[in-house]
């Protein structure tokens, strides 16, 4: 073979390799959620367990945090988001130890700015034990948006109730599948494979930004992570 056609060879398969099915070239890689390596917690302990038949990320509070009631957090090192899909799979509900009202915090959070000090973030989450509830008011409140730290989910219901959060069929403790689409100040956030979304938010409050992702979740909440896909 002449050299060439060798060179042209070399290129081809470069080529082929980075290319996916559609044309277009695979995203960065981002973790697996096998391991706690590359994750920065937040007023939170993580371990590798199997939940549900699969690999997880299992993120707890820290020891004699677990009736503070405040978010946890897991920061994946080297992730930095501005716009497109996250999609992850979720399973939460209320600690053993947890107050009765507690619902189960979980879900992610994204463009979020800051590590050592965590300063601002983004967040959509799912609250599985309002899923399936005979309140009906309790249902409405499955699905949540909310912005740290100037916009807390208590905050965007008394200013615009129903706004920033919906429904969607939930149930604690097993895996829920959420896909989350970014662009610019838009999200919408699709619950277990549905076509159409069950939150869309048209400001988000941090503005065009980016950031880090973040596992997120809250101290009553027993909260799972795994399948995490970035594109």
């Avoid at 941090?206 to 596992?215: E, F, P, R, T, Y």
């Amino acid at each position: 073979m002449s050299s060439r056609k060798t060179f042209l060879a070399i290129v081809a398969a470069v080529v082929l390799v980075g290319a996916t099915p559609s044309g277009g070239f695979a995203a960065p890689s981002v973790p697996k959620l096998d391991t706690t390596q590359g994750l920065d917690l937040v007023t939170a302990q993580a371990e590798v367990v199997t939940w549900h038949n699969r690999r997880a990320i299992h993120l707890s509070p820290l020891p004699g945090q677990s009736k503070d009631d405040h978010a946890i957090m897991a920061v994946l090192k080297g992730t930095k988001f501005h716009d497109g899909t996250i999609e992850m799979d979720v399973s939460g509900a209320p600690r053993a130890d947890a107050d009765p009202t507690s619902r189960g915090f979980v879900g992610l959070a994204f463009r979020v700015q800051g590590r050592d000090s965590i300063t601002k973030f983004e967040c959509f989450y799912v609250r599985p034990t309002n899923g399936r509830s005979s309140d009906q008011l309790l249902r409405n409140h499955s699905v949540q948006y909310q912005e740290y730290p100037d916009f807390s989910w208590h905050q965007l219901r008394d200013d615009a109730p129903g706004v920033y959060e919906s429904y969607a069929d939930l149930v604690p403790g097993v895996w829920t599948h959420l896909k989350l689409e970014v662009s610019g100040v838009k999200a919408k956030l699709y619950v277990n494979g549905a076509t159409q979304p069950s939150l869309i938010v048209n400001d988000l409050k941090a503005g065009d930004s980016s950031g880090a992702i973040a596992l997120w979740s809250y101290t009553s909440t027993e909260g799972y992570f795994s399948n995490l896909q970035v594109r």
